[in-house]
């Protein structure tokens, strides 16, 4: 009975209605402890935003519209209806919820009951369709998926299908609960996940009262160490008062590349699988680094003529289905590699300037290069190492402490990003809006949202760019948005919150405007960030740091003058 969709849409429903932390944490491990060893991962893969696995290639866009094509079949209603409708509840599962409901057609057969896997399967299905009839076939699979279910399964797969569970489950509360319906210890849980990403798979584990065996080891990706950011060379300076690492800052993916006998992976920082997105870059790997077992963290870089190249030519390669060897002409890449986390056996407990000389040892030829990195301690020599690294094209400098071990899954000052700018905030597009004159016909006005809390998927709108994008960016991003449209009034598109931006600005202030309660001043698109999805954002908090940071600084000159 518990493997049946409809008992996790009632305990999806269930913990939606509880503030309790406690209380949703006993609900939800008594549930995850019953569920068999196929529906646990499926489970848990649902409970934390995904639909697969990160370690999958598989991709599921099921646009808002399709969606209601479908369901205005269901109920004989047409679309300016079920948009109506959409509007008055303003979540995709509750429109789903309410269709199901009052649904007109009838299937003609009766089927059995959901489990959790027929759920999965068929949205594996739906994944790996393509050809020419790939939209009327998603239909037909997501008209005879939504025929089977009651109204409150409905709501939920309506929620996956879009990411937008919304229930109050963080990660945290996530693995909690694995650790109490398992009797296994938070800490070991937590631990598991940063060396294996993968909590599909850390719930089996869990289970099977098997933790203590995952290691650290190529192929499988484990969670990066980050940089903080600090805003002048005298602030670090002062702060470390000693030598350190410095390297340039690089405009490229975050990438760790994994190689065992002649396999090799690429992950994201999130930690999904883009080998195929750079297979020559993975080709070239395997002849490089030949015989050995390796973990590497570094950055791919578009990369031309010894320079490299705007993000955005990054980008045409992670918008490709198909990547053939006209991409890979048009955009060659390089790796450049900063980092080694295990070489024939793990290095992670090393101080970085052993692993630096144990990486400076290995020989690599193009397309992977080596990071250059000197060593600097005072203000006018880190302000000097940054004017040469914008001079040739680099965002800025990354200085990093010699002693500091690799710390999975941390981030922290021991590695801090110079940013001379005020800041930056990834957010997402909520709504486009046509241009004008040279704009004309295309989608170039941008109102964008962050969101709620780290932990929160509401999101919160912050503010509205029309700068910054070059004229094929801005005709990119119209088909883009035209393709994940939910609505339009002739003049705007509200679009499903897919698209990320990095955004520049000036400063912060309150304003009653927008949702979040402040505004950006003079924001400008920095870039298309292809690389992110709406679940690596920023949120308020940060831009409240933000806010009071510039505040303060405001004040002291004020009190300085």
């Not at 110079?418 to 006005?445: I, P, Q």
Request: proline share 2%; with cysteine; charged share 25%.
């Amino acid at each position: 009975m518990q493997e049946q969709f409809i008992i996790f849409a009632q305990i999806c429903e269930g913990l939606s209605n509880i503030k309790s932390i406690k209380e949703k944490v006993n609900i939800l491990s008594r549930y995850l402890e019953e569920l068999s060893e196929i529906s646990l991962p499926i489970a848990v893969t649902f409970l934390s935003g995904r639909i697969f696995e990160p370690e999958s290639r598989l991709l599921l866009h099921i646009a808002h519209n399709t969606i209601m094509n479908v369901l205005s079949t269901i109920t004989d209603l047409d679309m300016k209806e079920v948009h109506k409708i959409y509007l008055q509840y303003g979540d995709l599962g509750y429109l789903v919820e309410h269709v199901l409901s009052h649904k007109f057609t009838r299937a003609l057969v009766d089927f059995p009951s959901l489990s959790i896997s027929d759920v999965y399967e068929l949205l594996t299905k739906l994944a790996c369709i393509g050809g020419k009839q790939a939209q009327s076939t998603r239909k037909k699979i997501l008209l005879g998926l939504f025929m089977r279910c009651e109204p409150l399964e409905g709501k939920y797969l309506g929620k996956i299908l879009t990411n937008e569970l919304r229930i109050g489950i963080s990660k945290g509360l996530l693995l909690t609960s694995l650790a109490k319906a398992f009797g296994a210890d938070p800490d070991m849980i937590q631990n598991a996940l940063l060396v294996n990403g993968n909590i599909a798979k850390i719930s089996i584990l869990a289970k099977k009262k098997m933790l203590e065996t995952v290691k650290l080891k190529p192929l499988t990706g484990v969670s990066y160490m980050l940089a903080d950011v600090m805003y002048n060379s005298k602030e670090i300076s002062d702060y470390f008062g000693r030598d350190l690492i410095v390297e340039a800052k690089y405009d490229g993916i975050r990438a760790q590349v994994h190689k065992e006998d002649n396999k090799i992976k690429i992950f994201s920082r999130s930690l999904n699988d883009i080998t195929a997105f750079f297979p020559d870059l993975a080709k070239a790997i395997i002849s490089i680094i030949g015989k050995y077992r390796i973990i590497l963290d570094g950055e791919i870089l578009a990369y031309k003529n010894d320079r490299p190249l705007p993000f955005h030519y990054l980008q045409r390669r992670l918008n490709t289905k198909n990547v053939t060897n006209v991409n890979t002409d048009l955009v060659p890449v390089v790796y450049i590699v900063f980092d080694i986390l295990y070489l024939d056996e793990e290095l992670t407990h090393l101080s970085l300037h052993n692993r630096k000389i144990i990486l400076d040892n290995l020989k690599f030829s193009l397309p992977i290069l080596h990071a250059d990195w000197k060593f600097a301690s005072s203000a006018s020599s880190i302000d000097l190492l940054f004017k040469q690294s914008k001079d040739l094209g680099y965002e800025g400098l990354v200085l990093k402490d010699p002693n500091s071990e690799y710390q999975l899954g941390m981030r922290g000052k021991k590695w801090v990003k110079l940013k001379k700018e005020l800041d930056t905030l990834d957010v997402v597009v909520t709504v486009a809006e046509f241009g004008h004159g040279k704009k004309a016909g295309t989608l170039s006005d941008y109102t964008f949202a962050v969101r709620e809390t780290d932990e929160s998927s509401k999101l919160l709108t912050i503010g509205k760019a029309y700068s910054g994008l070059s004229e094929d960016e801005i005709d990119e991003l119209t088909q883009n948005i035209k393709s994940i449209a939910i609505r339009s009034d002739g003049f705007r598109i509200w679009t499903e919150p897919r698209i990320v931006l990095e955004v520049s600005f000036d400063g912060i202030q309150k304003s009653e405007r927008y949702e979040s309660g402040y505004a950006l001043r003079f924001p400008r698109i920095k870039r298309i960030r292809s690389d992110k999805d709406v679940n690596s954002i920023d949120s308020l908090n940060k831009v409240i740091e933000i806010y009071s940071r510039q505040n303060h600084s405001f004040h002291d000159y004020i009190n300085f003058k």
